[in-house]
Protein backbone atom coordinates (compact mmCIF):
# COMPACT_ATOMS: atom_id res chain seq x y z
CA UNK A 1 0.00 0.00 0.00
CA UNK A 2 2.72 2.62 -0.76
CA UNK A 3 1.59 5.57 -1.99
CA UNK A 4 1.71 9.46 -1.60
CA UNK A 5 -0.54 8.91 1.52
CA UNK A 6 1.51 6.46 3.02
CA UNK A 7 4.44 8.46 2.35
CA UNK A 8 3.54 11.66 3.69
CA UNK A 9 2.34 10.02 6.93
CA UNK A 10 5.73 8.07 7.42
CA UNK A 11 7.56 11.88 7.12
CA UNK A 12 5.30 13.25 9.34
CA UNK A 13 6.02 10.19 11.80
CA UNK A 14 9.66 10.94 11.69
CA UNK A 15 9.24 14.14 12.32
CA UNK A 16 7.55 14.14 15.17
CA UNK A 17 10.17 11.20 16.47
CA UNK A 18 12.92 13.44 16.05
CA UNK A 19 11.05 16.47 17.71
CA UNK A 20 10.26 14.35 20.73
CA UNK A 21 14.12 13.59 20.63
CA UNK A 22 15.69 16.84 20.36
CA UNK A 23 12.62 18.02 23.07
CA UNK A 24 13.85 14.90 25.44
CA UNK A 25 17.63 15.95 24.91
CA UNK A 26 17.18 19.55 25.54
CA UNK A 27 15.39 18.17 28.88
CA UNK A 28 17.72 16.29 29.83
CA UNK A 29 20.35 19.44 29.38
CA UNK A 30 18.09 21.69 31.09
CA UNK A 31 18.55 19.34 34.48
CA UNK A 32 20.73 20.98 36.89
CA UNK A 33 20.92 18.65 39.44
CA UNK A 34 20.65 14.83 39.94
CA UNK A 35 16.78 15.80 41.67
CA UNK A 36 16.03 17.86 38.37
CA UNK A 37 17.35 14.67 36.55
CA UNK A 38 15.13 12.28 38.00
CA UNK A 39 11.94 14.14 37.35
CA UNK A 40 12.51 14.26 33.58
CA UNK A 41 12.44 10.17 33.48
CA UNK A 42 8.84 10.04 33.10
CA UNK A 43 8.31 12.27 30.52
CA UNK A 44 11.13 10.95 28.54
CA UNK A 45 10.94 7.30 28.91
CA UNK A 46 7.25 6.46 30.88
CA UNK A 47 4.12 5.04 28.79
CA UNK A 48 2.95 9.02 28.60
CA UNK A 49 6.24 10.09 27.26
CA UNK A 50 5.83 11.94 23.42
CA UNK A 51 7.85 8.74 22.46
CA UNK A 52 5.63 6.31 24.48
CA UNK A 53 2.32 7.99 22.86
CA UNK A 54 3.88 7.58 19.11
CA UNK A 55 4.81 4.07 20.09
CA UNK A 56 1.58 3.33 21.20
CA UNK A 57 -0.10 4.26 17.56
CA UNK A 58 2.50 2.08 15.83
CA UNK A 59 -1.06 -0.78 16.48
CA UNK A 60 -2.62 1.62 13.49
CA UNK A 61 0.31 1.79 11.55
CA UNK A 62 0.30 -0.16 8.07
CA UNK A 63 2.84 -2.69 7.78
CA UNK A 64 5.84 -1.24 5.69
CA UNK A 65 5.73 1.94 7.59
CA UNK A 66 5.95 -0.03 11.24
CA UNK A 67 9.76 -1.23 10.17
CA UNK A 68 11.06 2.06 9.79
CA UNK A 69 9.22 4.10 12.25
CA UNK A 70 10.11 1.26 15.01
CA UNK A 71 14.23 1.99 13.89
CA UNK A 72 13.57 5.28 14.49
CA UNK A 73 11.92 5.32 17.55
CA UNK A 74 14.34 2.88 19.00
CA UNK A 75 17.35 4.76 18.01
CA UNK A 76 15.78 7.94 19.22
CA UNK A 77 14.77 6.17 22.86
CA UNK A 78 18.67 5.05 22.53
CA UNK A 79 20.24 8.21 22.59
CA UNK A 80 18.12 9.67 25.18
CA UNK A 81 19.06 6.91 27.19
CA UNK A 82 22.96 7.54 26.41
CA UNK A 83 22.14 11.03 26.83
CA UNK A 84 20.83 10.87 30.20
CA UNK A 85 23.25 7.96 31.87
CA UNK A 86 26.02 10.86 30.58
CA UNK A 87 24.11 13.34 32.54
CA UNK A 88 23.21 11.80 35.92
CA UNK A 89 26.92 11.07 35.68
CA UNK A 90 28.03 14.44 35.29
CA UNK A 91 25.68 15.86 37.87
CA UNK A 92 26.56 12.87 40.77
CA UNK A 93 30.26 14.34 40.23
CA UNK A 94 29.05 17.62 39.90
CA UNK A 95 27.31 17.04 43.39
CA UNK A 96 30.34 15.16 44.94
CA UNK A 97 32.87 18.16 43.84
CA UNK A 98 30.42 20.77 45.85
CA UNK A 99 29.91 18.56 48.63
CA UNK A 100 33.73 18.08 48.92
CA UNK A 101 33.76 22.05 48.35
CA UNK A 102 31.83 22.39 51.24
CA UNK A 103 33.39 20.22 53.76
CA UNK A 104 36.95 20.81 52.40
CA UNK A 105 39.98 21.06 55.56
CA UNK A 106 43.22 22.71 54.73
CA UNK A 107 44.92 20.32 57.42
CA UNK A 108 48.23 21.31 56.04
CA UNK A 109 47.00 25.20 56.50
CA UNK A 110 49.31 27.34 58.37
CA UNK A 111 47.25 30.59 59.75
CA UNK A 112 48.59 33.33 61.19
CA UNK A 113 49.96 32.54 64.60
CA UNK A 114 50.03 29.02 66.21
CA UNK A 115 47.67 27.02 66.05
CA UNK A 116 47.76 24.09 68.44
CA UNK A 117 45.41 20.56 68.13
CA UNK A 118 44.49 18.98 71.41
CA UNK A 119 44.20 16.03 73.26
CA UNK A 120 41.51 13.79 72.73
CA UNK A 121 38.20 14.07 74.79
CA UNK A 122 38.57 10.78 76.22
CA UNK A 123 42.42 11.58 77.17
CA UNK A 124 41.27 15.00 78.59
CA UNK A 125 38.65 13.46 80.70
CA UNK A 126 41.22 10.75 82.01
CA UNK A 127 43.70 13.13 83.03
CA UNK A 128 41.22 15.39 84.72
CA UNK A 129 40.10 12.58 87.06
CA UNK A 130 43.62 11.47 87.71
CA UNK A 131 43.86 15.04 89.03
CA UNK A 132 40.42 15.11 91.23
CA UNK A 133 41.89 11.49 92.67
CA UNK A 134 45.93 12.66 92.76
CA UNK A 135 43.77 15.64 94.49
CA UNK A 136 42.55 13.28 97.40
CA UNK A 137 45.78 11.53 97.78
CA UNK A 138 45.53 8.25 95.06
CA UNK A 139 48.32 6.97 92.67
CA UNK A 140 47.77 6.09 89.32
CA UNK A 141 48.69 2.60 88.33
CA UNK A 142 48.98 0.98 84.85
CA UNK A 143 48.90 -2.81 83.68
CA UNK A 144 48.54 -4.53 80.23
CA UNK A 145 45.69 -5.17 78.17
CA UNK A 146 46.61 -8.35 77.47
CA UNK A 147 45.74 -10.32 80.95
CA UNK A 148 45.98 -13.77 81.51
CA UNK A 149 42.68 -15.83 82.91
CA UNK A 150 44.29 -15.40 86.43
CA UNK A 151 44.64 -11.46 86.79
CA UNK A 152 41.60 -10.93 84.30
CA UNK A 153 39.30 -13.41 86.47
CA UNK A 154 40.21 -16.16 89.14
CA UNK A 155 42.55 -14.04 91.22
CA UNK A 156 39.26 -11.85 91.04
CA UNK A 157 37.39 -14.67 92.90
CA UNK A 158 36.03 -16.00 89.81
CA UNK A 159 37.37 -19.52 89.39
CA UNK A 160 36.52 -21.40 86.13
CA UNK A 161 33.25 -21.80 84.96
CA UNK A 162 32.20 -19.12 87.77
CA UNK A 163 28.48 -18.52 86.28
CA UNK A 164 29.69 -14.87 86.48
CA UNK A 165 31.99 -14.92 83.92
CA UNK A 166 29.29 -14.24 81.65
CA UNK A 167 28.61 -10.68 83.00
CA UNK A 168 32.11 -10.02 80.65
CA UNK A 169 31.76 -10.74 77.03
CA UNK A 170 35.42 -11.99 76.77
CA UNK A 171 37.92 -11.59 73.64
CA UNK A 172 40.20 -14.22 73.52
CA UNK A 173 43.63 -14.17 71.82
CA UNK A 174 45.14 -16.60 69.74
CA UNK A 175 49.02 -16.57 70.41
CA UNK A 176 49.40 -19.47 67.54
CA UNK A 177 52.54 -21.29 68.39
CA UNK A 178 53.49 -19.77 71.63
CA UNK A 179 51.80 -21.45 74.69
CA UNK A 180 53.10 -18.57 77.41
CA UNK A 181 53.49 -15.15 77.97
CA UNK A 182 56.51 -13.31 77.84
CA UNK A 183 57.87 -12.08 81.12
CA UNK A 184 57.50 -14.74 83.49
CA UNK A 185 54.09 -13.95 83.40
CA UNK A 186 52.63 -17.62 83.15
CA UNK A 187 49.18 -18.18 82.11
CA UNK A 188 48.65 -20.79 79.00
CA UNK A 189 47.87 -19.39 75.71
CA UNK A 190 45.17 -20.35 75.49
CA UNK A 191 43.86 -18.17 78.62
CA UNK A 192 45.14 -15.16 77.51
CA UNK A 193 42.19 -12.90 76.57
CA UNK A 194 42.03 -8.88 76.07
CA UNK A 195 41.11 -7.31 79.76
CA UNK A 196 37.31 -7.26 80.35
CA UNK A 197 37.73 -4.65 82.72
CA UNK A 198 40.19 -2.71 84.96
CA UNK A 199 39.93 -4.58 87.81
CA UNK A 200 43.10 -7.07 87.33
CA UNK A 201 45.27 -4.11 87.79
CA UNK A 202 44.09 -4.23 91.34
CA UNK A 203 45.69 -7.71 91.51
CA UNK A 204 49.05 -6.75 90.06
CA UNK A 205 49.14 -3.79 92.46
CA UNK A 206 48.54 -5.55 95.37
CA UNK A 207 50.64 -8.46 94.40
CA UNK A 208 54.06 -5.87 94.48
CA UNK A 209 52.92 -3.23 96.63
CA UNK A 210 52.47 -3.51 100.67
CA UNK A 211 49.41 -1.68 102.41
CA UNK A 212 48.32 1.14 102.76
CA UNK A 213 47.34 1.46 99.23
CA UNK A 214 45.57 4.49 97.35
CA UNK A 215 45.24 4.44 93.80
CA UNK A 216 43.56 4.41 90.97
CA UNK A 217 43.70 2.51 87.75
CA UNK A 218 42.55 4.44 84.16
CA UNK A 219 43.16 2.03 81.13
CA UNK A 220 41.64 0.43 78.17
CA UNK A 221 39.27 -2.55 78.29
CA UNK A 222 37.78 -4.76 75.44
CA UNK A 223 34.31 -6.35 75.25
CA UNK A 224 32.79 -8.71 72.58
CA UNK A 225 30.13 -6.25 71.87
CA UNK A 226 28.82 -4.36 68.57
CA UNK A 227 28.96 -1.13 68.73
CA UNK A 228 25.63 1.37 69.08
CA UNK A 229 25.00 4.75 70.62
CA UNK A 230 26.09 3.52 74.16
CA UNK A 231 28.42 0.38 73.62
CA UNK A 232 31.43 -0.15 71.91
CA UNK A 233 34.08 -3.22 71.90
CA UNK A 234 36.99 -0.92 73.29
CA UNK A 235 36.59 1.67 76.28
CA UNK A 236 37.78 2.70 79.17
CA UNK A 237 37.55 2.33 82.52
CA UNK A 238 38.53 4.23 85.64
CA UNK A 239 39.37 1.29 88.61
CA UNK A 240 39.16 2.68 92.51
CA UNK A 241 41.52 0.81 95.10
CA UNK A 242 42.40 1.02 98.46
CA UNK A 243 43.46 -1.25 101.19
CA UNK A 244 44.12 0.25 104.99
CA UNK A 245 43.68 -0.63 108.31
CA UNK A 246 40.25 0.19 109.62
CA UNK A 247 38.50 1.11 106.18
CA UNK A 248 34.77 0.76 106.15
CA UNK A 249 31.66 1.06 103.47
CA UNK A 250 31.22 4.74 104.92
CA UNK A 251 34.80 5.58 103.08
CA UNK A 252 33.98 3.59 100.32
CA UNK A 253 30.68 6.23 100.36
CA UNK A 254 32.13 9.28 101.23
CA UNK A 255 35.34 8.90 98.60
CA UNK A 256 32.62 8.19 95.84
CA UNK A 257 30.53 11.42 97.37
CA UNK A 258 33.74 13.70 97.08
CA UNK A 259 34.59 12.15 93.65
CA UNK A 260 31.41 13.23 92.32
CA UNK A 261 30.92 16.46 93.59
CA UNK A 262 34.80 17.57 93.02
CA UNK A 263 34.03 15.75 88.98
CA UNK A 264 30.66 17.28 88.10
CA UNK A 265 29.87 19.96 91.16
CA UNK A 266 28.64 20.36 94.02
CA UNK A 267 25.20 20.52 92.76
CA UNK A 268 25.69 16.28 91.98
CA UNK A 269 25.70 13.68 94.39
CA UNK A 270 25.86 9.76 94.90
CA UNK A 271 24.00 7.41 95.83
CA UNK A 272 24.69 3.26 96.40
CA UNK A 273 22.25 0.59 95.52
CA UNK A 274 23.17 -3.15 96.19
CA UNK A 275 24.40 -5.00 93.96
CA UNK A 276 26.24 -8.07 93.04
CA UNK A 277 30.27 -8.46 91.88
CA UNK A 278 32.54 -11.45 92.76
CA UNK A 279 35.74 -9.21 94.02
CA UNK A 280 33.65 -7.38 96.13
CA UNK A 281 31.65 -7.85 99.58
CA UNK A 282 29.24 -6.55 100.28
CA UNK A 283 28.96 -5.21 96.69
CA UNK A 284 27.00 -1.84 95.16
CA UNK A 285 26.35 -0.06 91.84
CA UNK A 286 26.79 3.44 92.47
CA UNK A 287 24.56 6.37 90.96
CA UNK A 288 24.74 10.13 90.50
CA UNK A 289 21.93 12.72 90.15
CA UNK A 290 21.28 13.05 86.31
CA UNK A 291 23.84 15.67 85.21
CA UNK A 292 21.24 17.21 82.56
CA UNK A 293 18.23 17.47 84.47
CA UNK A 294 20.36 17.73 87.66
CA UNK A 295 17.54 14.75 89.76
CA UNK A 296 14.42 16.45 88.63
CA UNK A 297 14.29 13.61 86.17
CA UNK A 298 14.17 14.03 82.65
CA UNK A 299 14.48 11.96 79.24
CA UNK A 300 17.87 10.40 79.65
CA UNK A 301 17.43 9.70 83.42
CA UNK A 302 13.98 7.84 82.25
CA UNK A 303 12.26 10.54 85.00
CA UNK A 304 14.47 9.08 87.96
CA UNK A 305 16.48 11.42 88.63
CA UNK A 306 19.82 9.22 88.69
CA UNK A 307 22.45 7.55 85.78
CA UNK A 308 24.18 4.75 86.78
CA UNK A 309 28.06 5.44 87.18
CA UNK A 310 29.74 2.16 88.20
CA UNK A 311 30.20 -1.10 90.24
CA UNK A 312 31.69 -1.02 93.95
CA UNK A 313 32.06 -2.89 97.40
CA UNK A 314 34.37 -3.67 100.17
CA UNK A 315 37.15 -6.17 98.63
CA UNK A 316 36.41 -9.73 99.07
CA UNK A 317 38.55 -11.75 101.66
CA UNK A 318 39.41 -14.05 98.98
CA UNK A 319 40.80 -11.07 96.82
CA UNK A 320 43.09 -9.96 99.66
CA UNK A 321 44.27 -13.72 99.96
CA UNK A 322 45.05 -14.23 96.35
CA UNK A 323 47.12 -11.16 96.78
CA UNK A 324 48.79 -12.53 99.71
CA UNK A 325 47.24 -9.96 101.90
CA UNK A 326 46.13 -11.04 105.61
CA UNK A 327 42.22 -9.90 105.69
CA UNK A 328 42.38 -9.84 109.41
CA UNK A 329 44.29 -7.18 109.51
CA UNK A 330 43.37 -4.94 106.00
CA UNK A 331 40.61 -4.27 104.66
CA UNK A 332 39.97 -2.08 101.19
CA UNK A 333 37.39 -1.22 99.23
CA UNK A 334 37.29 -0.56 95.12
CA UNK A 335 34.91 0.67 92.27
CA UNK A 336 35.17 1.14 88.44
CA UNK A 337 33.27 2.87 86.09
CA UNK A 338 33.90 3.49 82.57
CA UNK A 339 35.39 6.78 81.27
CA UNK A 340 34.30 7.47 78.21
CA UNK A 341 30.39 7.15 79.65
CA UNK A 342 31.36 9.80 82.01
CA UNK A 343 32.47 12.11 79.01
CA UNK A 344 29.51 11.42 77.36
CA UNK A 345 27.31 12.51 80.06
CA UNK A 346 29.69 15.55 81.22
CA UNK A 347 29.41 16.67 77.35
CA UNK A 348 26.03 15.91 76.57
CA UNK A 349 26.82 14.06 73.66
CA UNK A 350 23.89 10.90 73.25
CA UNK A 351 26.48 8.91 70.34
CA UNK A 352 29.23 7.20 72.14
CA UNK A 353 30.45 6.03 68.45
CA UNK A 354 30.66 9.70 67.75
CA UNK A 355 33.89 9.79 69.97
CA UNK A 356 35.56 7.47 67.82
CA UNK A 357 34.69 8.52 64.36
CA UNK A 358 37.71 10.88 64.66
CA UNK A 359 35.56 13.85 63.15
CA UNK A 360 37.71 17.14 63.40
CA UNK A 361 34.70 19.08 63.36
CA UNK A 362 33.21 17.12 66.04
CA UNK A 363 36.40 16.66 68.23
CA UNK A 364 37.16 20.18 67.52
CA UNK A 365 34.59 21.26 69.87
CA UNK A 366 36.23 19.95 73.34
N1 LIG B 1 34.95 -4.48 87.01
C1 LIG B 1 33.55 -4.13 87.02
C2 LIG B 1 33.04 -4.11 85.60
O1 LIG B 1 33.78 -3.95 84.71
C3 LIG B 1 33.34 -2.82 87.68
C4 LIG B 1 33.63 -2.88 89.13
C5 LIG B 1 32.66 -3.25 90.01
C6 LIG B 1 34.90 -2.62 89.60
C7 LIG B 1 32.90 -3.34 91.35
C8 LIG B 1 35.17 -2.70 90.96
C9 LIG B 1 34.16 -3.07 91.83
O2 LIG B 1 36.36 -2.45 91.46
O3 LIG B 1 34.43 -3.13 93.15
O4 LIG B 1 31.86 -4.25 85.39
Not at 61 to 76: Q, S
Not at 143 to 149: H, K
Not at 268 to 284: D, G, H, V
Amino acid sequence: MNGPDSDAGLQTLLADIDAARSHGLAAIAAASSIEDLAHTESGLFGRKSALGQIKQGFGSLPVEMRATAGRALNEAQQELRTAHAAAADDLAAAARRTQLQREWLDLTETPPGPRRGHLHLVTQTTERLEDVFVGMGFTVSEGPQAETDWYNFEALNLPAAHPARSMWDTLYLDLGERTELGDGEGGEASNVVLRTHTSPVQIRVMEVQPPPIYTICPGRVFRRDTADASHMPVFHQLEGLVVDRGISFADLAGTLEEFTSAYFGRSISSRLRPSYFPFTEPSAEFDINCVICEGAGCQTCQRTGWIELGGCGMVHPNVLTNCGIDFEEWTGFAFGFGIDRLALMRHGIDDLRDMYTNDIRFLNQF
